[in-house]
DNA sequence: GGTATTTTTTTCGGCGTCCGCAATAAATAA
DNA sequence: TTATTTATTGCGGACGCCGAAAAAAATACC
């Protein structure tokens, strides 16, 4: 069972805690970390003279001009950007994007690539992979504190550890153990994250007023994703990454989906099966690939004019509506982030999408849920990446004599 | 954000560990509980010397007569029966129930009787359910340690903080605040909980060895109810107790519902709609009560000859595989118990269940997931009512100087 | 311009908790 | 009877947190 609390642990919690409030609230004084962790003034004082002294953190002088307060000015903190840098490695769809980002969280470094993931083999994926970081690595241009830590991001199925892929969209390719070949290779501790799960991690850290304890986070793309927070952590399945909404049964027996199944919500909603339907093509025909272009184009025409398009859209709304009505039924209601190409066509899919789930358990409140659109997944999925790995070095950092986590965890810290 | 660790709360988690270890293991030696808790031997020493003298654990002589080992035997830990006691309420159709337990967990009193849920006013339901717990309370044979807490248990959903009873099958009554109105009425903190929850709870303790992390209850009675527990925690919706199973869609537009919607997996798997599926009563009919002993002549019928009985339960099979595999698709498959009178005919769903899971994205290893039954529901639901009541005092007991956590949080401590 | 006021941050003494090690206790093996 | 093994307790030391007081750094007021 859950182990006991050593008196050591303490301050390698509470300077934990000290850390994640300076990265969540940007220029805390230490005054309001006190208030924000409920530790007292001193206790703040001693950690935050610490983190200084070891270059975690560093005193902001850069404030405001005046405070117009009376009383000795706030002493803001501010991340050391030079503490450690972190590098993401997103794996999407014919193109391989790097970033090199310091500890403030600024990009440092940037490369992209596009290669046919669709047809690459094994080593040769693998091998871009790996020369891709390499370069960022090793860029003399760098003079930002050493990579501390790599976040992978990759559309598809990953293990609840975050250390391998275990089937992606993007290849035929099944479980590479991204993670471990990234961390034998460059000797730095590595994730395999899944892309929508990272969506998830970004939108709270953008928006944590609207996306804070309980969110949806669903991606409308060639393939139906989803990214899942409850009660404030990354939710993940007991053995992969989980949250699988797209292949939840909207219909038995229905249209035939990618993953080679029927009735998926997926073969419904995808970008394959809005132009399967639009084009009248049979659900029983094999999944192609649709451009993004064509898509919009798609879209278009559904907006212009009532059709085969405008039917096709309404049906994603549907198997949409009742595979969220059917989550609902099991989570309750929650804000919802439509992200991806489809998203941009979210006006032509969300009447369907709201009848369906106004006849379902979780729809009762139905008015009362509301959707965010969002057209942009790779930026998200970069964003996510960088912020699971920054907030690793930060447990990783402070705590020297913590549990031997070489990155062997993957904890849910979201 | 989450707060800092105080310095005081050091000893009380650390107390709260030892109780729970001793809780959980029967009889540990201080030397276990140092071993499962990490903790040194020294502080586990203050920490039992502290509560065997506040009369919260006893040193248990009665360990068996020759320990065949070497050295200085080990003397068994155990909780004291009279340190406290606990008070459960489970009210189910047509049925009240009452039993006080004392800390160690052993039942010393109970009382049932049956009452006319159905057609009760509310305020004669609340007042039977007061009646009778005071009738325990009071109980002058009643030597035990003083009532420390209540947990009542409810077929139905009530709401996250485990305070409000928000609707029951068992009553068309809505909203009522059975924990308020208990704790106003006794001055004893009380809860109100999920049956399908305690179901879970249950389990947990009764065989920790297969439901341990991740597990499903599922509740096949009137109505299709869960209880789910992930990563050892009790799952429960951001609103309500969450986990409506039974209401996911299976088929869009379907079967009349008993919550007045179509297609519900309980609309095809239900005690009613199986009964209306054998009798060949039309799907657009409102449900009907059906007796358990209705229930068990259809299933003895459906196992003599193939027919319309048989094809219900085929049926109703197939309602819960694929609405398992959706289940699965977001969770990963895990182990599943099956609980309530239909649970005495899963041999008769099973087949079309497996048949139905293997068709989905979480019937991967449809063969690998193993289901358990457990025909009757109620001493489930108590049990779970009782481990859950007394955690909670475990809590409190150890915590005198913790936040003011008087019941009115309800945090998962499953 | 000098002093009072306000607010933030640091310092210091005290208390509590945990750990390691040594000592003690209680059994079996020789 | 003595040696050995194992469990538990006692003690000294280190560490972390808190509260109160002091110090620091600004504005407000006269």
Chains 1, 2 share one sequence.
Request: charged share 20%; proline share 5%; hydrophobic share 45%.
């Amino acid at each position: 069972m859950s182990v006991g609390i050593r008196h050591d642990d303490l301050r390698r919690r509470n300077r934990a805690m000290v850390i994640s409030a300076v990265r969540r609230a940007g220029q805390p004084s230490r005054t309001e970390i006190a208030a924000t962790t409920g530790l007292s003034h001193s206790t703040i004082s001693a950690i935050s003279a610490d983190l200084i002294q070891e270059g975690i953190l560093s005193e902001s002088k850069a404030t405001e001009p005046t405070a117009l307060k009376r009383g000795r000015p706030q002493i803001g903190l501010a991340l050391n950007p030079e503490a450690a840098a972190v590098l993401t490695v997103v794996l999407s769809l014919n193109f391989l994007s790097v970033a090199v980002i310091d500890y403030a969280g600024q990009v440092v470094a940037e490369e992209q690539l596009r290669l046919d993931t669709l047809v690459m083999p094994r080593d040769e994926l693998i091998g871009e992979c790996l020369a891709i970081v390499r370069r960022r690595l090793h860029d003399p241009d760098l003079d930002v504190g050493s990579v501390a830590r790599i976040a992978m991001g990759i559309q598809g199925i990953t293990d609840t550890h975050s250390r391998v892929m275990l089937w992606s969209p993007i290849t035929p390719l099944t479980d590479i153990p991204f993670a471990d070949i990234l961390e034998k290779e460059f000797g730095i501790p590595a994730t395999m994250e899944n892309d929508c799960n990272m969506m998830a991690v970004a939108l709270q850290w953008r928006d944590p007023e609207r996306y804070r304890d309980d969110f949806i986070a669903i991606l409308l793309s060639h393939g139906i994703g989803m990214g899942l927070v409850l009660k404030g952590a990354l939710f993940t399945g007991t053995h992969s990454s989980g949250g699988e909404f797209g292949h939840m049964i909207h219909r038995p027996g229905g249209a035939l989906c990618r993953c080679g199944r029927r009735g998926c919500v997926e073969a419904y909603a995808g970008n394959y099966a809005i132009w399967r339907s639009a084009m009248g093509i049979s659900e029983d025909a094999a999944p192609t690939d649709v451009g993004d272009a064509d898509m919009r184009a798609l879209a278009a025409k559904a907006r212009q004019q009532d059709g085969p398009e405008r039917e096709a859209y309404r049906r994603a709304g549907e198997a949409l509506g009742f595979g969220l009505g059917s989550l609902f039924a099991l989570i309750d209601p929650a804000p919802v982030a439509m992200v991806g190409v489809s998203a941009a066509a979210f006006d032509l899919i969300e009447p369907a999408l709201r009848e369906a789930i106004a006849q379902t358990a979780g729809g009762q409140h139905s008015e009362s849920i509301s959707f965010d659109t969002e057209p942009n997944e790779l930026p998200l999925i970069r964003e996510g990446c960088a912020m699971r790995a920054l907030t690793f070095v930060d447990q990783e950092i402070f705590a020297p004599g913590g549990q031997a986590r070489t990155g062997t965890v993957g904890k849910n810290v979201a």
